[in-house]
């Protein structure tokens, strides 16, 4: 048992305060025990919680000391078969877990696949799919913009970055979507399902090569694997599912409910930029990050870390420290962790596109649809790891699609 274990002080990361106000929750474990917290994972399991940007900032920066291999973990024998966390530690082959230079290499790869893709072509892409999504229920005068819009559109532009056509796209984000709302045991088969799909994708781009994604990954220097593009294609497909969906959904809300942002709703653009800003600093959706791993014994924050301890990345509790969270409406200041930081942090140029996509998806809706109002109260996923909404009902003027 680790010291961790030992200290009763510890505090539960789980429960209803982070379903209801996190941020609040984020605020009393700094209070009580500063930038590093010894804290409970669900099933009691011991960790501790790095909630100061300093503090963060050099955990992400420092990938020798606090590793991204979690093999080290030295509390793997108190984690039961079925634990919820699982899926989010257990080693896979995938770049997010590599470290020194196979990470350097295989992130390099992803990072130069990525730049490939010209910028102010995926805005008009983004901006093709939300008219398509928009036409959909045009219509009807309401919508339930969560599950209709804002996690369809992601997807299929990260999908037509990985070359898939137009007709298999559908298909696709159908697939991802069933293996993150799915059962544990339903996931592994649309899983399956979807390596299979990925594997098919990567031999045609090796037969017929074409200027998308997994080309410039089969064609890079880095010489990759099947194993390796097929796992790093996942995680693309998976991150551009999850953050993005959630960063659209939560500027969503943010703009049609602070009168900030409202009043511009119906006279242009220039707050989108300023909202989608916002949400990062106060609603970002990660909210925290499994993991890193000490690789000796040290101290930080005031704690003493042992060898193999785990340290949870709080992302939003690191942008939320009172030391350097900016001023209330503050504009520009993009020093949030919300992609991480150093070498493990979301590759470059990742947060572009996804603000790409993101920001596109907005602002075709605001002019489409100018008069847009939420129709129930904004309600929260149950999640300590992501902040995302669960629903987000608006009514507007019903338009006629030709």
Known sequence: MTDIARRAEAVPLYGEDYRTDPAGAYEQIREKHGPVAPVLLEGDIPAWFVCG???????????????????????????PDDWSLLPQLVHNPSV?????????????????????????????????????MIDRFAGAGEAELMSQYASRIPLRAAAMMCGVPESEARMLVDDVMGALDSSMTN???????????????????????????????????????????????????????????NWIGNTIG???????????????????????????WHDTP???????????????????????????????AANADPQVRPAEGAVGNRAMMSFGHGEHGCPYPA???????????????????????????????????????RRLPVTFTPTYVP
């Open 53 to 79: 940007y300093r503090e963060l900032h050099q955990v992400t920066s420092d990938a020798t000391l606090f590793a991204r291999d979690t093999r080290r973990w030295n509390a793997w024998e108190t984690v």
């Open 96 to 132: 997010m877990f590599t470290e020194g230079p196979d990470h350097r290499r295989r992130a390099g790869a992803l990072s130069d696949a990525l730049a490939s893709v010209d910028q102010f072509e995926l805005a008009s892409l983004c901006e093709r799919i939300a008219d398509q």
């Open 187 to 245: 996931q592994m088969a649309v899983y399956g399902r979807l390596q299979e799909e990925m594997q098919r994708l990567v031999d045609h781009k090796r037969a017929t090569p074409g200027s998308d994604v997994p080309s410039h990954l089969l064609a890079n220097p880095a010489n990759l694997g099947d194993e390796e593009i097929l796992s790093d294609l996942l995680v693309v497909l998976v991150q551009a599912h999850q953050q993005t969906t």
């Open 254 to 280: 943010l703009m049609l409910t602070d009168t900030r942002f409202a009043i511009t709703l119906s006279g242009g653009r220039a707050s989108v930029g300023d909202a989608l800003n916002e949400v990062l």
């Open 286 to 316: 990660t909210q925290n990050y499994l993991g890193r791993v000490a690789t000796r014994d040290t101290r930080l924050g005031g704690q003493r870390i042992r060898t193999g301890d785990l340290l949870v990345l709080g992302l939003a």
């Open 351 to 389: 947060p572009e596109l996804a603000e790409i996509i993101a920001k596109s998806s907005v602002e075709v809706l605001i002019d489409r649809l100018p008069d847009l109002v939420l129709s129930d109260a904004l309600e929260w996923r149950p999640s300590v790891w992501t902040r995302g909404l």
